[in-house]
């Protein structure tokens, strides 16, 4: 894992690269598909946030019970995900992610600049992997390049969150090697 800032136009960007089990697929929902994936990624973000949220204080019971509603609407997706779906995880892929898009090395056949695709990335120890809207700005070198879409504020907020952790704990594991 590895992390790193940039600025662009002002503003910091947050990166990281991790390997993640992850596949894309061509094509881009819309109309119900869009809004079923949309809705699957905002709650496994929104799932794995709290998982990873420090347990709270006795005196913070409503957050407690947030968090078991968060966990059961998870629960309750990932159910209904395995009666449909019976695909074992992909292989580990060395990814750039950022909060606007991702890229990384395609050894087969790329997609083709505009392309529209989801990416399935597997952000956490669950069988459910993370679905995200991206259209294709580069292919360079074997290396793709995309931009998110459509990702609205709720879901895009919820996965600066998660690459910052992330970014937190690469910078701590650099901190701690010798």
């Known amino acids: 894992m590895n992390a790193d800032s940039a600025s662009k136009g002002g503003q910091a960007l947050l990166g990281v690269e991790l390997s993640l089990p992850f596949r894309w697929e061509r094509g881009a929902p819309e ?3 869009l809004d079923a ?3 699957g990624s905002r709650l496994l973000l929104n799932a794995v ?6 347990p709270p ?3 913070e019971a409503e957050k407690w019970a947030e968090r078991l509603d968060a966990k059961m609407d998870l629960i309750l997706h990932l159910l209904a995900m395995s009666l449909t779906r019976d695909r074992p995880p992909p292989a580990p892929t060395a990814l750039r992610l950022t909060a606007e898009g991702a890229s990384w090395p395609e ?3 790329p997609p083709a600049p505009g392309e529209a695709l989801v990416l399935a990335l597997h952000i956490a120890a669950l069988p459910l992997p993370l679905r995200l809207p991206a259209r294709v700005t580069g292919v360079e070198g074997g290396r793709v390049e995309v931009r998110f879409t459509n990702l609205g504020e709720d879901i895009g907020d919820a996965w600066q969150q998660w690459l910052f952790r ?3 704990r690469a ?5 701690e090697r010798p």
């Open 31 to 33: 109309g119900r598909a």
């Open 37 to 39: 994936l949309l809705h």
């Open 49 to 54: 946030g709290i998982m990873e949220a420090q």
């Open 57 to 59: 204080r006795e005196a």
């Open 107 to 109: 050894a087969g056949t």
């Open 166 to 168: 992330q970014h937190r």
């Open 171 to 175: 910078v701590h594991a650099a901190r």
